[in-house]
């Protein structure tokens, strides 16, 4: 799971508190588990209601549900009236699973808009607004954004699902996911990915601002990791040595953390119309808070390959830049010149 916003540390929620669980997903169990869910047994699964209130039985809880296409305007009524009476609401909302996977495509790949509605009008109460999305693929969340002091990227977690929503929305454990799919603004984006063939100019929809709305490999914390003293074991190596990467990563914030640091390269010269970066090699750190540790890479010789203009999976001499970094939009960068055999 990945924490997408966290607005003014509105997570985790560590008080007892009056909270409203509304949605489609808030009792929901067989859409958690994911249209190929092969012997997945639906009365298996802990819905978010059920892992809540196991997690957190000191809280009031004032569940809502209701089933996917059904949220009418007695539905909404009834949802809205339990958030006045709660101290924040936790909106449960996503697609079916039958919606994605195999065979499966959408034209629009935002929320549906009955559950836009839903959240727009839970927004209205003035509580705070927690919402967990269920999907299986990358949606555009503009307008869920925007109504939401959290969000919480749960995908279709499977029989558990809503036990480990409550564990991360109750702080017992800490965010650390990252994106596997780049996020767009928009439909018209796509296709959008961090590793696109690089041209002379990328061109940018004239309507939107710049870039993405998550890039591959973001995700919060409720902790913040700083990165610093990026290092290469030489700047000059020749086609069949291997390099040698290094970085402090520190724990700045006030809780034990996970992060999962990133390491990409770019071809700068090549025969062939070079990506933008690759993620080559990631590794994953657990920090206290005030704790800092020195996270190492080795980049064999295949990590600079790539497929020439002879289609032969070879490296090429060249200058090539290594990036890291907690996403693939935030990284610190060395340059290493790959010499020919003989230079």
Not at 312 to 333: A, H, K, N, T
């Amino acid at each position: 799971m990945v924490l997408l916003k966290n607005r003014d540390e509105a997570l985790p929620i560590e008080k007892p508190a009056t909270i409203a669980v509304v949605g489609p997903f808030a009792s929901d169990k067989t859409n958690l588990l994911g249209r190929w869910s092969m012997k997945g047994q639906t009365e298996e699964a802990v819905s978010v209601e059920e892992g809540l209130k196991e997690v957190m039985p000191e809280a009031d809880f004032k569940v809502v549900g209701c089933k996917l296409g059904e949220l009418n305007d007695a539905y909404v009524s009834s949802a809205v009236a339990a958030v006045r009476e709660s101290d924040i609401a936790i909106v449960c909302l996503g697609e079916s699973a039958q919606n994605s996977g195999e065979a499966v495509t959408m034209g629009k790949i935002e929320l549906p808009q009955d559950q836009i509605n839903l959240l727009k009008a839970v927004r209205k109460c003035g509580k705070k607004v927690v919402t967990v999305l269920f999907n299986g693929r990358p949606l555009v969340l503009e307008e869920v954004l925007e109504a939401s002091d959290a969000v919480l990227e749960a995908w279709h977690p499977g029989t558990m699902g809503g036990k480990a929503v409550a564990l991360l929305l109750s702080g017992k454990e800490n965010p650390s996911g990252k994106l596997t799919q780049t996020f767009p603004r928009h439909s018209g984006q796509i296709p959008v990915a961090y590793n696109e063939r690089r041209t002379f100019t990328k061109i940018e929809p004239g309507d939107l601002p710049e870039g993405p709305q998550f890039p591959f490999g973001f995700g919060l914390s409720y902790t913040q990791f700083e990165y610093s003293n990026l290092s290469v074991s030489r700047e000059t190596l020749g086609i069949g040595d291997s390099l040698n990467v290094s970085v402090d990563i520190r724990n700045t914030g006030k809780r034990k953390g996970r992060e999962v640091v990133q390491l990409y390269i770019r071809d700068n010269v090549a025969t062939v119309v070079p990506r933008e970066k690759m993620l080559r090699d990631f590794s994953s750190v657990t920090l206290m808070p005030g704790e800092q540790k020195t996270v190492n890479f080795t980049l064999p010789p295949e990590a600079f390959k790539i497929y020439n203009n002879k289609m032969q999976y070879v490296v090429e001499p060249g200058e090539f830049v290594i990036m890291v970094g907690p996403d693939s939009q935030r990284l610190s960068s060395r340059k290493v010149l790959v010499r020919a055999d003989g230079e």
